[in-house]
């Protein structure tokens, strides 16, 4: 049995776009990318010390 790749996140985040017609959605969840991406590059940067 195959085991699925997982998406990217900014993937994930862009498959939610169809409910853009919702005030301020896309607003969030560009923030909540850019929120993920700076916890993960402090990760990044831990993990290569």
């Known amino acids: 049995m195959k085991k ?9 985040a ?4 169809p409910f853009a017609a919702v005030k ?3 607003e ?3 923030k ?3 929120k993920v991406e700076k916890e993960m590059n402090k990760k990044n940067e831990k993990f290569m010390e």
Do not use: D, S
């Open 28 to 30: 969030a969840l560009r």
């Open 4 to 12: 699925r790749v997982k998406m990217p996140l900014n993937q994930r």
């Open 14 to 17: 862009k498959q939610f776009l």
């Open 32 to 34: 909540m990318e850019e």
């Open 24 to 26: 301020g959605h896309t």
